[in-house]
């Protein structure tokens, strides 16, 4: 366990105190009842000093003068990352999700909506899943049609087997020959490389390609273009959520405000697509202000990615900053190994 280096063991010891209490109670913690329920050897006092230095560190604060501390989203990452010692599943929570998720192979909507509502009634908080992301699958081939004269077909197969369609607008009429050629230097150059790869080097690998200025313009489109055309998450990164009762029941969305932000997330499914389509493989937590999106601020994110084949998704919970860390991410863990195994 890696200890952070401004923080001295007894503030450790006391900064995990404060946490766990405000987890447990959803109230900012003081230091007589640090004393009382952690027994640290030392005394209220002691206890009230280091939690002073650990706010003046930028670790907790109190919410008025009288009040106990309550933990940063900095203490959440110290916690995380150094303090928390992990819980698998119970077995009753194993036995359920076992039980709960279709034991045969079924439609995948359908299997992580599932997932999503008993990930949530199990953790709490709001269980989230997105369907797999096209960035990581091959491109095998594609083929280019002229369907009227300001617009192409362009009919990607990838290597998975799916067959994906996107429109093309020109400027005009293009010769049939032309359209073979940039059709050819098109496969020659992008065949073999992920959907991701394709949208991060276009404009490389298409700079020397040359040919007729009829097909010169039209490979021009391709790159000024190629951030929509070759983003498929449109169609592929479905975000499905459990319900949002339980979260709505938890102590940080009493105020009309906080229900307000809840709400308004599970309505814009956009803003939660963003932030799980930046998920990155295995497991990934974000707190509060390490969001990216500013509206998540009051959140922590904990997701598990799952693949099938070559492609990725991610499932896992959404809740307050304060929840109970080492339970999630063990609960959110074996679900996605559990979704993996039924999607093989």
Do not use: C, W
Request: glycine share 8%; no cysteine.
């Amino acid at each position: 366990m890696s200890t952070p280096e401004r923080l001295s063991e007894r503030q450790l010891r006391v900064l995990e105190a404060v946490i766990q209490t405000y987890i447990e109670t959803a109230e900012p913690a003081g230091s007589r009842t640090i004393a009382r329920r952690y027994g640290l050897g030392v005394s209220p006092a002691t206890i009230r000093n280091i939690m002073g230095e650990l706010e003046a560190g930028g670790y907790l604060f109190h919410p008025h003068t009288s009040a106990g501390r309550i933990p940063t989203d900095r203490a959440y990452r110290v916690y995380v990352d150094s303090l928390m010692h992990l819980a698998p599943p119970s077995r009753e929570a194993q036995q359920t999700l076992q039980a709960e998720l279709p034991a045969s192979r079924s439609a995948m909507d359908q299997l992580l909506r599932r997932a999503a509502q008993v990930l949530g009634v199990l953790t709490q908080e709001l269980g989230v899943a997105a369907a797999p992301t096209f960035d990581l699958v091959v491109l095998d081939r594609l083929e280019l049609v002229q369907v009227s004269s300001e617009r192409l077909l362009m009919m990607l197969t990838l290597r998975t087997g799916a067959v994906r369609t996107i429109f093309v607008e020109v400027r005009g009429a293009i010769a049939p020959e032309a359209l073979q050629r940039v059709t050819q230097v098109l496969n020659e150059r992008l065949a073999g490389l992920t959907v991701e790869q394709i949208r991060v080097s276009l404009g490389e690998r298409l700079r020397d390609a040359g040919g007729t200025p009829e097909g010169q313009e039209l490979l021009n489109i391709f790159v000024a273009e190629r951030e929509e055309l070759f983003d498929l998450s449109g169609e592929a990164q479905e975000v499905v959520l459990g319900s949002a009762q339980m979260l709505a029941d938890q102590p940080e969305f009493a105020s009309n405000v906080r229900m307000r932000e809840l709400l308004h997330l599970t309505e814009r499914r956009d803003l939660l697509r963003e932030a799980l389509r930046a998920r990155h493989a295995g497991l990934t937590i974000t707190i509060g202000g390490e969001n990216a999106d500013p509206r998540l601020g009051g959140f922590t994110l904990v997701t598990a990615s799952y693949r099938t084949g070559d492609l990725r998704g991610v499932i896992g919970v959404l809740g307050p900053t304060r929840m109970p860390y080492e339970k999630i991410i063990g609960l959110v863990e074996h679900t996605s190994l559990l979704v993996e195994g039924l999607l093989t």
